[in-house]
């Protein structure tokens, strides 16, 4: 019997409206290139740090930090032409992710 084993690459990121048909991936551009790109971190606490330096309209949206695995990442990023990056909790990117 062949065994198949996939190993499932987790990352957390920052959702717009969480439960709402609204939710969405928050997304930026780049300043100087205007590029778009999906911040993602490997800890829940890092998307937290993080996201506590990013800017986002408080009053009119609810924000939540969420799992989401890397193929559905990958397909969001691919229909809406962003590249994604790996943050630290500072916001600094360690790697691309596509």
């Not at 998307?47 to 330096?53: L, T, Y």
């Not at 989401?68 to 229909?79: G, H, V, Y």
Request: hydrophobic residues 35%; glycine residues 4%; proline residues 4%.
């Amino acid at each position: 019997m062949e065994s198949h084993t996939q190993i499932e690459n987790w990352y957390y990121v920052i959702v717009q409206d969480s439960g709402e048909p609204t939710e969405q991936v928050v997304g930026f551009s780049e300043e100087n290139t205007h590029k778009k790109f999906l911040p993602a971190f490997k800890t829940k606490q890092d998307a937290e740090s993080c996201f506590a330096r990013m800017p986002r309209d408080i009053f009119n949206k609810k924000y939540d930090s969420q799992a989401i695995i890397e193929e559905d990442l990958l397909q969001a990023a691919a229909e809406n032409g962003h590249k994604i990056y790996i943050l630290d909790e500072k916001g600094s990117i360690l790697n691309p992710l596509n």
